[in-house]
C-alpha cells in the first residue's frame, strides 16, 4: 500500500481562543497522484484544514503530516504547495517576477528561469506575464496563486477554489494540466464550491459540514447511485418516506429499487405525478444531503 | 546557504518598489535636499547630517518594501515555500540598509563635491550614516511588521526632527519633569540623529547599540513575522 503524502489525523482547530470551533476530529490521507475534493458550505472549515496541511496553522489536538513530518519544516514546504482563495502578492511585482522571487526560494541559478515558465505556463499566465500583480483580474490571481503552488515540482497541491472565477475555457484547460499532474504522481486536496469542477478531477470525495468530515467517498461510486425526479401538479406538505420535496415536486434515491416501485408510492399517497426522469447523482446531492443529515 | 539566498530573494520586492513607487523619488528628494541645505559646517556637522540621511532612508525603504498593507498580506504566502521567518526579515532589513547606504553615499559624495575636498571627516560621516541605516532599518522593520506603517510614519518624525536633541540636552530646555525623563530614556533608546557625531569618532558605544538595533529589529520582526504561523 502507498504511503500517504498528506495525513490529518484528529485534527482539531478552534478560533477566538476556543469559542468558534471550525474544524473538530477531521482525519483524512491523500497518497500519490490522488486527487480528493474537500466540500461543503460555507464556513464548514475547508479553508483552515488547507491551512492546517500547509502548516499556516498549528492544529490544538491532533497532528498533520506532510511526507511523514512536520508541515512546517523546510522539506515539507519544499514538497507542499499552497493556492490560497484571494491570495496577495507583493504589488509592484510583474507576474513573472512573482514566481521568480518564489523560484529562487527553490532554487539557484539557471534552474530558476525554467521554473518560472514552467509556472507561467501551468497557470496559463504567458499573456499577463508582464503584468503587475496589483493589477490581475480575480481569475488571473487564482491562477497566478496555483502556478506558485506548484512552482518547484510540488508533490503536494493545497487549492483552495482555484478554479472559481475563472472563464471556461482556461478553466479547462487548468483541469487537464491538474489532472495530468495526478497522473505524475501529485497529490491534491480540491477545497471548491464548484463542484462540477470536483466531480471532474476528484477521485474521492470528503463532505465537511461544521468542522467534521461527514463523508468519504470514491467520486465514482457517489455519482454511479440513480435519482428519480418527479415533477407534481401540486407539493405535498409532507413527502412520502425516503422521497425530498424539490422545486417542482420529488426527488428519490432509487438505489434497487424501480422506477416502478417508485411511482407507485406516489399514487399511493395520492400525488399527481405530471413528469418523471431519472438521472445520475451529482455532488450537490451528497452535499445536501449531507446537510439535511446534521 | 538556503537562509542567504532566501535572504537575496527579498531584494526583488523592495527593488521593484525603488523603480515603481515613489520610494525612489522620495529617496532623491532626500538626498537632494541633504546636499543643496546649508552646509554640514564641522566635521559633527556632516556625521550628523549623513546620521539623519541614513535614518530617514532606511525608514523609507522600510515603509515602502515591507511596511505597506499588501506586502504584509504576501508574506504568509511566502511562507509556504522554503524559506524562513527569519530571512525574509533579514532580506528586507539588508534591501533598505542597501538603498540607505547608496543614499549616504551619494549625499557625501555631494558634500564632497561642493566643498571640494574628500578626506577623513566626510569618510567618517558616510560611516555614521551606514550605521545609522543598519539602526534606522532594523528599528522601522519591527515597527512596521508589530503596527504597521502608521508607526513607520511616527518613527520617521521622531528621526528627521525629534532625534537631534541629545538626552542631555532635554532637562535644561524642558526642566526635569518626568516626561522629560522619560524622553530621555525613549532618546537613549532608540536610534537618534544625536549619535552621529559619536558614529564618526568610532565610539564602540554607539556603534554597539546601532548593531543592537539592526539585529534586534531584524529579530523582532522576524518573531512577528513567525507568529502569524499561529
Known sequence: MTAPVLELRDVARAYARGRVRAVERVSLAIVPGEIVGLVGPNGAGKTTVLRLAAGLLAPDTGTVLALGGSPRTAAARRAVGYAPEGAVFPPALTVREVLGYYARLHAAGSRRGALVAEALALGELESVAERRAAALSRGQVQRLALAQAALGGRRVLLLDETLSGIDPVVRRALCERLARLARDGVAMLLASHDLAAVERLAGRVAVLVRGRIVRTAATAALLRERVLEIVLDRLPAEPPPGFRITAAGLEYDLGADSVEAALAVCRAHRLAVRASRVRLRTLEDVVLEALDAR | ?230
Open chain 2, 1 to 230: 546557504m538556503l537562509d542567504y539566498r532566501c535572504a537575496l530573494a527579498e531584494w526583488q520586492v523592495v527593488r521593484a518598489r525603488l523603480v515603481r513607487t515613489r520610494l525612489g523619488i522620495w529617496l532623491l528628494v532626500l538626498a537632494a535636499a541633504a546636499v543643496a541645505l546649508p552646509g554640514p559646517g564641522d566635521a559633527s556637522g556632516a556625521a550628523r547630517v549623513a546620521t539623519r540621511v541614513g535614518l530617514l532612508a532606511a525608514t523609507l525603504a522600510v515603509a515602502f518594501g515591507a511596511g505597506s498593507d499588501a506586502d504584509q498580506a504576501a508574506l504568509p504566502l511566502a511562507l509556504t515555500h522554503p524559506t524562513t521567518p527569519a530571512a525574509v526579515a533579514i532580506g528586507r532589513v539588508l534591501s533598505a540598509m542597501v538603498l540607505a547606504d547608496a543614499v549616504v553615499l551619494a549625499v557625501v559624495a555631494g558634500f564632497a563635491w561642493r566643498h571640494g575636498e574628500f578626506g577623513v571627516r566626510l569618510a567618517a560621516a558616510a560611516l555614521a550614516g551606514i550605521a545609522a541605516a543598519a539602526a534606522g532599518a532594523g528599528c522601522a522593520l519591527a515597527a512596521a511588521w508589530t503596527a504597521g506603517n502608521a508607526l513607520v510614519g511616527a518613527l520617521f518624525v521622531y528621526f528627521a526632527l525629534l532625534s537631534a536633541l541629545p538626552p542631555s540636552g532635554l532637562a535644561p530646555l524642558f526642566g526635569s519633569h518626568p516626561l522629560v525623563a522619560a524622553g530621555g530614556v525613549l532618546l537613549r533608546v532608540l536610534p537618534g540623529t544625536w549619535r552621529g557625531a559619536a558614529f564618526a569618532a568610532g565610539d564602540a558605544g554607539a556603534w554597539l547599540h546601532a548593531l543592537a538595533w539592526a539585529a534586534g529589529g531584524t529579530a523582532l520582526g522576524a518573531r512577528r513575522l513567525g507568529r502569524r504561523l499561529a
